[in-house]
Nanobody, 115 residues
Framework: QVRLVESGGGLVQPGGSLRLSCRTS????????MNWFRQSPGKERELVAG???????NYVDSVKGRFTISRDNKWATVYLQMNNLRPEDTALYLC?????????WGRGTQVTVSS
C-alpha cells in the first residue's frame, strides 16, 4: 500500500522559513521522481518542485531561489526547505508520486504566511 505523510507546516511571518517533510512507504522510493504541489482555495493544484532519482531538481519560477527540494533515500523521505516565505505561498502543500500509472498523494500540510 502506497502511503505518503507530510509534516512540517504551520503559521509563519513573511520572511520566515519552514521545512516540510514527506515520508513514504509502499514504493521503491529511490527509483521515483518525487514532487511537491500546493493548492489554495479556488486555485488549481500547482507543481512547486520536483526531484528525480538522480537528484536533478526543477522549480516553478515563483519559488526559485527561495525553496529547495531534497531527498533522503535511506529514510524514503522528500523535503522542501522554504525560505523568505511570502503571503502568496500560503497553501496546502502535498507531496505526490506517480507509481505504476497512478498518482498518489498525501493529505497535505498547511502553510500559512501572515503577520
Amino acid at each position: 500500500q502506497v502511503r505518503l505523510v507530510e509534516s512540517g507546516g504551520g503559521l509563519v511571518q513573511p520572511g520566515g522559513s519552514l521545512r516540510l517533510s514527506c515520508r513514504t512507504s509502499g514504493i521503491n522510493f529511490r527509483l521515483h521522481v518525487m514532487n511537491w504541489f500546493r493548492q489554495s482555495p479556488g486555485k488549481e493544484r500547482e507543481l512547486v518542485a520536483g526531484i528525480t532519482s538522480e537528484h536533478a531538481t526543477n522549480y516553478v519560477d515563483s519559488v526559485k531561489g527561495r525553496f529547495t527540494i531534497s531527498r533522503d533515500n535511506k529514510w524514503a523521505t522528500v523535503y522542501l526547505q522554504m525560505n523568505n516565505l511570502r503571503p502568496e505561498d500560503t497553501a496546502l502543500y502535498l507531496c505526490g508520486v506517480n507509481y505504476k500509472g497512478n498518482t498518489y498523494w498525501g493529505r497535505g500540510t498547511q502553510v500559512t504566511v501572515s503577520s
